[in-house]
Nanobody, 124 residues
Framework: QVQLVESGGGLVQAGDSLRLSCAASGRPVSLTVMGWFRQAPGKEREFVASITWSTGSLYYADSVKGRFTISRDNAKNTVYLQMNSLKPEDTAVYYC?????????????????WGQGTQVTLSS
């Protein structure tokens, strides 16, 4: 059974940086793509970024392009989301997700496993 555990959230000020981590345990070989999503209060969960385990192919939502960087450490089965130049609108619960199919996966239904989420809050 795949388990995803996020960490690294917190309360920061606008302009600060944070790095989120997602550790995948019990990772089967079939896991192909890892993604980060976020959900702000009263809003739908939205795609943030994704990375393919094998090739390192990256994909970002326009809202975070140039500010966020997704990366992975295959040896540690861990995916990271480096978030720079944070803005108040980045406030959300951030979720890690894992898929067993290839492609540019930007919708929730394409992912098979989810973490519990980690809160990121920007103070005004």
């Amino acid at each position: 059974q795949v388990q995803l555990v996020e960490s690294g959230g917190g309360l920061v000020q606008a302009g600060d940086s944070l790095r989120l981590s997602c550790a995948a345990s019990g990772r089967p070989v079939s896991l192909t793509v890892m993604g980060w999503f976020r959900q702000a209060p009263g809003k739908e969960r939205e795609f943030v970024a994704s990375i393919t385990w094998s090739t390192g192919s990256l994909y970002y939502a326009d809202s975070v392009k140039g500010r966020f960087t997704i990366s992975r450490d295959n040896a540690k089965n861990t995916v990271y989301l480096q978030m720079n130049s944070l803005k108040p609108e980045d406030t959300a619960v951030y979720y890690c997700a894992a898929a067993t199919r290839f492609g540019i996966l930007t919708t929730r239904n394409l992912y098979d496993y989810w973490g519990q989420g980690t809160q990121v809050t920007l103070s005004s």
